[in-house]
Nanobody, 116 residues
Framework: QVQLVESGGGLVQPGGSLRLSCAAS????????MRWYRQAPGKERELVAT????????NYADTIKGRFTISRDNSKNTVYLQMNNLKPEDTAVYYC?????????WGQGTQVTVSS
């Protein structure tokens, strides 16, 4: 059974930081491209960051570039999203996604709320 379990969300003040984790099980994690998405209330889910299978290549949405960093530890089957200088507009449910060709799996999401 495949599971992607996100953690690390919460309430943070503007300018603060959070680190999200997504722990995978039931898949050969090192073979999967990993992505973080987010979905704010009333908005479509948007791609935030992508990391290649070995971690050597990353891509970011323009809205978070320079503030967020995606990384992975294949020995721990975990992908991370370090989020710095958070803004109220970063408030959303954050999801991780594992992708191998046409196969993909989603996590259940973790809420991030940026508010004073």
């Amino acid at each position: 059974q495949v599971q992607l379990v996100e953690s690390g969300g919460g309430l943070v003040q503007p300018g603060g930081s959070l680190r999200l984790s997504c722990a995978a099980s039931g898949i050969t994690f090192s073979m999967y491209v990993m992505r973080w998405y987010r979905q704010a209330p009333g908005k479509e889910r948007e791609l935030v960051a992508t990391i290649s299978i070995g971690g050597g290549s990353t891509n970011y949405a323009d809205t978070i570039k320079g503030r967020f960093t995606i990384s992975r530890d294949n020995s721990k089957n975990t992908v991370y999203l370090q989020m710095n200088n958070l803004k109220p507009e970063d408030t959303a449910v954050y999801y991780c996604k594992a992708n191998l060709g046409t196969v993909f799996y989603w996590g259940q999401g973790t809420q991030v709320t940026v508010s004073s």
